[in-house]
């Protein structure tokens, strides 16, 4: 049992919401809840690794267990998994028919790693393509270098989603995935890939798109998001993860 709780950690519901997907692999040392709730502190508070708190794991260990993880696709099973337990609770089908597209440009820090500068918003660093459905919980996340097209790394968003949203039918995005072929969408996926047009001067919410405008929106409450702070993009993509599992769970109670 740890000695100190905080305020990112897990309840017990929602533990036990997220528990089948992380109990009966091999046995540790330490509780997978405890893991996961030192993975959550990181993510909300953006503390570096070495100032974990002694209640914690030792960081070393929750690092080696981050990074098994990603290996294992276990953080992208969670999120599924939460999502489907949040529609259900909301009245709604665990697969959503319309999900929506778009990417943010972040700046990198000093660690290295693979980064780029995007001159349309004038940021060297990263880009998190994201996909959400109407709700704005997060159905996929890429995470690449800045300078790459959004156009260029659809393919890859979408591929992640293969198989976990059935009724799929709509891929919304905006003007900046003007070079994206949506007949090459619908032949290799099934779905309709539609850009929606920004009629009136300025900003303008514009129907549907605006929901995962909200979720960059909710990521940003998350202080290891507030830059890119990851080496390996990889790892960037699981903080990313790592949020939408907070911000989910915290729907269930």
Not at 128 to 144: C, E, F, N, P, Y
Not at 153 to 158: K, S
Not at 189 to 209: E, N
């Amino acid at each position: 049992m740890r000695s100190r709780r905080y305020g990112s950690d897990l309840t017990d519901a929602q533990w036990q919401a997220i528990a089948p997907q992380l109990t009966g692999r091999r046995p540790t040392a330490h509780h997978p809840r405890h893991v996961l709730d030192a993975l959550l502190y990181l993510a909300k508070t953006g503390c570096q690794w070495r100032y974990l708190p002694d209640s914690f794991p030792p960081w070393q260990t929750v690092y080696y267990h981050l990074r098994r993880w990603i290996a294992r696709d276990v953080l992208t099973g969670i999120v599924h998994h939460l999502r489907r337990l949040v529609r259900e609770r909301a009245g709604r089908d665990p697969s959503p028919s319309l999900a929506v597209i778009d990417s943010q440009s972040v700046k990198t820090s000093h660690v290295g790693g693979p980064r780029g500068f995007d001159g349309g918003k004038r940021v060297k660093g990263r880009k998190r393509h994201i996909l959400v459905d109407t709700l704005g919980l997060l159905l996929a996340v890429v995470v690449h270098r800045a300078d790459i097209n959004d156009s260029q790394r659809v393919p890859h968003l979408l591929d992640r989603i293969q198989g976990e949203a059935a009724r799929l039918q709509v891929v919304l995005a905006d003007e900046g995935y003007a070079a994206t072929p949506a007949g090459l969408v619908w032949r290799l996926y099934g779905w309709a890939f539609v850009r929606v047009r920004r009629v009136l001067p300025g900003f303008v919410l514009l129907p549907t798109r605006w929901v995962v405008e909200r979720t960059f929106a909710w990521f940003g409450g998350y202080r290891r998001l507030s830059k890119d702070y990851e080496a390996l993009p990889a790892v960037s993509e699981a903080m990313v993860q790592l949020a939408a599992i907070r911000l989910m769970s915290r729907r269930l109670g």
